[in-house]
Every structure is written in C-alpha cells, then in structure tokens.
C-alpha cells in the first residue's frame, strides 16, 4: 500500500513537471518584434487648392500578425496644419502578417499651403508590440500651388531614414521574462521534489527485495 501511494506521487509531480515544461516553451515563442511598414506612397503628389482623391498604400508585415487597422494621416513637417485625419487603409491582399493595405481620402478645398507628409499612427501586433508614430518622408503632397524653397548652399544635412521605425517600450517582453524566470524556478524545485521521491522509491525497493522483508513491504 506504502510502496503505490509513493508511485502515485511520483506520478502527478512528473505530470506537473511536464505540463509546466509546456508552458514554458510557449512562453518562449513570444516575439517582441514590432510590425514592420514599407513601400509607404501616396497618389497624387499634387494637389491643386480645390483639392481631390487621396489614395495611400503601404506594406505591413508582422511576425506575430497585425492587430488592429492602420491609421493614416497627413501633417506638415511642423504638425501645425493637415489635410486628412484618422483615414482608415484596410488589407486589400495577403493577410494580417504579409499585407498590402489601402486607403483614400477626398481633402477639403482652399486648406492652406504646405507640403504635407503621410503618417501613420502606431502599428500593433496581437501580442501588443507596438511600433511608435511613423512619417513616410518619401509620402508627401505638394497642396495649393506650395513650392518647396530652394536649398542654402549650407553644408549637407543630415537624411532622414525612410519610413524610420522607432524603438518600442519592452515593457510587456520585460514582464514576460520575469515570469517565465518564476516558472522556470518552479520547474526546478518541482525537478528537485521528483529526484528525492525517486531516491525514497529506490531505497524502498532496495529494502523489500532482501529476504528479511520489514513490515509495510
């Protein structure tokens, strides 16, 4: 009776024991890499002060799949004037981790003139990586006659890197590894509980094979 309620032990901590392993694992598959946006364009790049049809498209591609739609806007370089706000693109081909989305807008006549900039507003993926407000540099429109002013013959600016992904918060990676630590921590003190039972059973055995048996045997 001693000697089968010990197997039975045994038997639910090594079950505990590999359902945790699992658990683990999976934790591992996390993927903290924010989606990613490229081919940024938008058509025309002129637009006349009685306005007209925007249409936007871009590449999103996400290792964990994209969440939620994007968001398009479009500011000067300042942020002190648009002329499109909140427009949706929706995916016209692929799927959430490879797609091609599009979007339009009609904009307002008689808006100021200025050379606008397409922008989209923080990209997420299922697993709330997040990327930060990106600007499409090479995505703008020239509104209302605006003729961008002729560059100083001053020392060579430094570029800006096309459609530039900036660095995310890893808060959420952080909290992931700090649990994944505790469960690992679990996982060895229930692997150290199974090798003192195995070594109880083992002596157990070793005692009720001799010939003089004790009683329990």
Not at 45 to 59: C, D, H, M, Y
Not at 75 to 87: E, L, P, Q, Y
Not at 168 to 173: A, G, H, R
Request: some cysteine; glycine content about 4%; aromatic content about 8%.
């Amino acid at each position: 009776m001693k000697n089968l309620r010990l197997k039975s032990i045994l038997y639910i901590l090594l079950s505990v024991l590999i359902a945790a392993t699992g658990n683990a694992d999976k934790a591992l598959a996390f993927d903290a890499t924010p989606p990613k946006l490229e081919n940024c364009k938008v058509t025309p790049n002129i637009l006349p002060a009685s306005g007209g049809e925007l249409v936007f498209t871009a590449r999103i591609t996400s290792v964990n799949g994209l969440d939620r739609t994007p968001v398009v806007r479009m500011f000067n370089k300042s942020m002190t004037r648009w002329i499109a706000d909140i427009v949706s693109v929706d995916l016209i081909s692929g799927d959430s981790k490879l797609g091609e989305y599009q979007g339009k807008v009609t904009v307002k006549a008689n808006l100021a003139p200025d050379r606008y900039y397409v922008t989209f507003d923080p990209l997420w993926d299922v697993s709330q990586n997040r990327t930060q407000m990106i600007w499409c540099f090479d995505a703008f429109v020239d509104y209302a006659g605006y003729t961008p002013p002729k560059p100083s013959p001053s020392p060579t600016p430094t570029s800006t890197p096309k459609n530039a992904q900036p660095s995310i918060s890893q808060e959420n990676y952080d909290a992931l590894v700090a649990s994944n630590l505790q469960l690992r921590s679990q996982i060895a003190s229930l692997q150290a509980q199974v090798k003192a039972l195995i070594a109880i059973q083992n002596k157990y055995n070793k005692v009720c094979s001799s010939r003089v048996k004790p009683k329990g045997c």
